[in-house]
């Protein structure tokens, strides 16, 4: 088929308003907010169902062109930017909310519901009840994050996201519909077992092995109480013990730190944030006693923070996105890296080295996941999208920050191309060589995704 | 556009992200950009609007048909102005839209329909965007009664003068039972349709025109019922330079002020369920909230209720920024939304202070057979009796 039939084919699908070939659509689909170079896209769809996405892979398959998955397009790393030309699949028309079990608490969505609606809807009607979402803006969507490993707010009590998928609903290449999770055999999509567990295959693989529709996600007890104890340490040595007798107390939701040389005022402090739960007041009083008795004795102190940060930080989802808007020119991407906890003292102190040699203020921070199981490290890079210098600044810094997580015994967190390959070049020979047979075996035509994961 | 971003602007509007704050309502739930609820390519959020033109700046993209169509769609509604979190940034966003459109129509591609309005505007049997023959408003000045000169000016605007004339007489009915010194003048096209549609080239002789004939009328004070002009005569005349050297009510603040003066008094019931809808260009763009409904909460026997999405998370009426002509047909599915919300409040009228607003709410009204009486505030209160306390 030429260009001409295959766009007719996608509008006879997807109705004719959503599939384009037309310029500017094209134009803002080649881009993602990060820092990647654009890259050519020759169609974008928007299905409505799984049926329209089943036809579509089936299209892309007989005809051999390439296909990539778009949620909420925010992962700034360039993974929802065809490397090799072909369809972008904009799932958010998909964007129904199909079932909240309340007892087995979990949701079924679409692969477009976006983290604001699901955030809204259990507000409102289910108040018990809270969604693992993570810091990003609430145009990103549950699927894509919790696809790429994602964290959020209840990372430290209940690990990543991608821990958190219950079941899924998957187009796989060659056009068929598999489920997988207790989806599989149940009409209930409450848990991954007692059975050979594949969901994993879909994690952090980028649509490479196939295209979601549905998910069920766990959802979590909303205690009625949440606060923040803020805490100042001026030495990231003590990092990795704090966190660990912290964490030892089973009081903290989420812990976040962050260590920034702008503005000036916090330059030279690690800042902690201990996001603690309670049903009542006095609950939270006792903890907080509990954290600045911990912090004292940890090398870092209690910071009564004000008002309006303290506001800030207990929103949902947090304004992370003004992170965005440091340097006032629309550019952002940051290395997000899974790494050992006791390497973060190291990671805080060459991850700023690395920003300083590119000429940018340092701006680290981390969160933990599972206890101390992993923490995962922000080593973030704001640029000037209108300036090319900077640009480049920046994807220099990004890489060579990939090459230091590695170095440091970290994985890169939802890599671009080059950290990809990084990974794969350090990556045990064995695994490489089962991803590369099951991805072949389950994509012979190379549609999914392709460049990304690739594994000469 | 303001002087500063009239300098800033093509330096500044890389600075969007595309986190697609400006989609959502407050509450994250909805979608409340039209344009993006319509579309859902990211190309039709204001992100991407802002990404295509800073593509034209850059020279990645060149001025198209479809790129101004893109632009186009879009009703200038303001919802991503209170959505955006970029402070110093989000309160530009329809200006720069509406600068990027100024920039089409030098290159030609301002949309035909769209150029219509300026056709008829310019044409000098019109003055007016609905290619109505120029009413110089004598045989209204003759009908009620009205002197050569006065306080204020009462500005029709063309929507009033020649859609909506039961607003218009409504209005010049009200405002002789308050017993306000006013008259009219031979008033021309406010330029709203022109600036919204990036039609700039003869804004500022209409704006001196305006402002010579209000003048020239000794007016102190122009008092209007259209949201549009409102905005228009409030916000760009000064933009454009122009000196207005008077001020500017719109009759929902004149209204207000007459009852809380104690001037007037509403003396008769109006015994029915009224929801309001909060017109764009009075509400997002001119912090216009509270008048409208304490006036209503004035009206004896009135039961006023609200709808789900109000003030600055209002859903659009679908009217604004050359949609309505652009793009008739989705300009009636907006307003079919909004009616679809004002339904659940189960109230009978859906009132707003905007003569477009009621045009395109009406029409949807009609085309879908939602069974309101959809009415100006103005002419509620038209239907009631008006007591002059001193």
């Known amino acids: 088929m030429n260009s001409v039939e295959v766009l007719s084919k996608l509008k006879e699908i997807v109705g004719k308003d959503f599939a384009s070939n037309k310029r500017e659509d094209l134009f803002i689909y080649s881009h993602d907010p990060g820092a990647s170079i654009p890259r050519p896209v020759d169609f974008v769809v928007m299905p409505k169902t799984t049926e329209e996405v089943q036809k579509i892979v089936q299209l892309a398959n007989n005809e051999k062109i390439p296909i990539v998955p778009m949620g909420g397009g925010l992962t700034l790393s360039g993974l929802i930017i065809p490397v090799k030309g072909g369809i972008v699949l904009d799932m958010k028309r998909m964007d129904e909310i199909l079932e909240i079990n309340k007892f087995s608490r979990y949701a079924l969505i679409e692969a477009g519901v976006t983290t604001g609606k699901l955030l809204t809807y259990l507000r409102e009607n289910y108040p018990d009840l809270q969604p693992p979402i993570p810091d990003a803006p609430p145009s990103a969507t549950i699927v894509g994050n919790v696809l790429i490993h994602g964290s959020g707010y209840l990372s430290q009590r209940y690990g990543d996201y991608g821990g958190l998928i219950n079941g899924l609903e998957v187009i796989l290449p060659n056009g068929e519909i598999a489920k997988f999770g207790s989806c599989a055999l149940s009409d209930y999509w409450f848990g991954r077992g007692p059975i050979p567990d594949f969901i994993g295959l879909f994690i952090s693989a980028f649509g490479t092995m196939g295209i979601i529709t549905k998910l069920s996600i766990q959802l979590f007890a909303k205690p009625k109480k949440r606060d923040i104890v803020f805490g100042l340490m001026e030495d990231p040595e003590k990092i990795p013990d704090l ?133 995962v490290m922000f080593f973030s890079y704001s640029f000037n999208r209108a300036d090319p210098k900077e640009m480049e600044n920046a994807r220099n810094a990004l890489h060579e920050t990939n090459k230091l997580a590695l170095e440091l015994g970290g994985i890169p967190w939802k890599a671009e191309l080059d950290g990809q390959k990084l990974i794969l070049e350090k990556m045990d020979p064995n695994y490489k060589y089962l991803l590369k047979t099951i991805r072949n075996t389950l994509d012979p035509n190379g549609i999914m995704n392709p460049g990304n994961w690739e594994i000469i | 556009m303001t002087s500063e971003a009239e300098l800033d602007w093509k330096d500044i509007i890389h600075r969007c992200f595309r986190c697609g704050y400006c989609k959502f309502t407050y509450d994250y739930n909805d979608f409340n950009c039209p344009s993006y609820k319509k579309h859902r390519f990211e190309t039709y959020s204001t992100g991407g609007r802002l990404w295509l033109i800073y593509g034209v700046i850059n020279g990645d993209l060149q001025w198209s048909e479809n790129l101004a169509n893109v632009l186009y769609s879009c009703p200038t509604c303001g919802n991503c102005m209170e959505n955006c979190r970029f402070e110093k940034f989000n309160f530009l966003l329809v200006d720069m839209i509406e600068a990027a459109r100024a920039e089409a129509t030098k290159s030609g591609f301002c949309p035909e329909k769209q150029k219509v309005l300026v056709e008829r505007a310019t044409n000098p049997e019109m003055w007016n965007p609905y290619g109505e023959p120029n009413s110089d408003n004598e045989a209204l000045k003759k009908e009620y009664d009205l002197p050569d000169e006065a306080e204020w000016v ?200 905007c003569p477009f607003c009621k045009t395109n709410l009406s029409d949807a009204n009609e085309t879908f057979n939602m069974g309101f009486e959809v009415l100006d505030l103005i002419e509620i209160l038209d239907q009631l009796d008006i007591e002059i306390l001193e």
């Open chain 1, 243 to 375: 966190l660990y007798k912290l964490t030892a107390i089973g009081i903290a939701e989420d812990v976040l730190l962050g260590m920034q040389d702008k503005p000036e005022w916090m330059k030279g402090y690690v800042f902690l944030m201990t996001y603690i739960t309670g049903e009542t007041q006095e609950t939270l009083d006792e903890q907080v006693k509990i954290l600045k008795k911990l912090y004292r004795k940890s090398g870092a102190r209690f910071m009564k923070a004000p008002k309006k940060m303290h506001d800030l930080y207990l929103g949902r989802p947090i304004f992370a996105a003004g992170a965005a808007d440091y340097r006032k020119g629309g550019g952002f991407e940051y290395v997000g890296a899974f790494m050992p906890l006791e390497k973060i003292p190291d990671a805080y102190k060459k991850g700023a080295e690395v920003s300083r040699k590119y000429g940018i203020p340092p701006t680290l921070g981390s969160r933990l996941i599972g206890e101390t199981h992993t923490i």
């Open chain 2, 154 to 353: 009462y500005f029709i605007g063309c929507t009033s003068n020649y859609r909506q004339q039961n607003l218009r007489d409504a209005t010049l009915r009200l405002l002789k039972k308050t017993g306000i010194d006013f008259t009219l003048v031979d008033e021309h096209c406010c330029t709203s349709p022109m600036l919204r549609t990036g039609q700039v080239d003869c804004a500022s002789d209409f704006m001196n025109y305006n402002i010579a004939r209000i003048k020239n009328a000794g007016a102190s004070k122009v008092v209007t019922s259209c949201a549009g002009c409102y905005r228009t005569l409030l916000k760009d005349y000064e933009k454009f330079g122009a000196d207005l050297g008077f001020e500017v009510y719109h009759t929902g603040e004149l209204i207000k002020k007459l009852l809380n003066d104690g001037k007037i008094k509403i003396a008769s019931n109006y015994d029915k369920v009224i929801t309001y809808h909060d017109p764009c260009h009075l509400g997002r763009h001119m912090d216009m909230y509270e008048v409208p409904r304490e006036v209503i909460k004035q009206i004896p026997g009135i039961k006023f209720v609200e709808m789900e999405r109000i003030r600055e998370n209002a859903w659009c009426c679908g009217a604004g920024g050359g949609v309505k002509i652009g793009y008739p047909d989705w300009a009636l599915e907006i307003s079919k939304e909004r009616l679809e919300e004002a339904k659940e409040t189960g109230a009978a009228v859906l009132t707003s202070m």
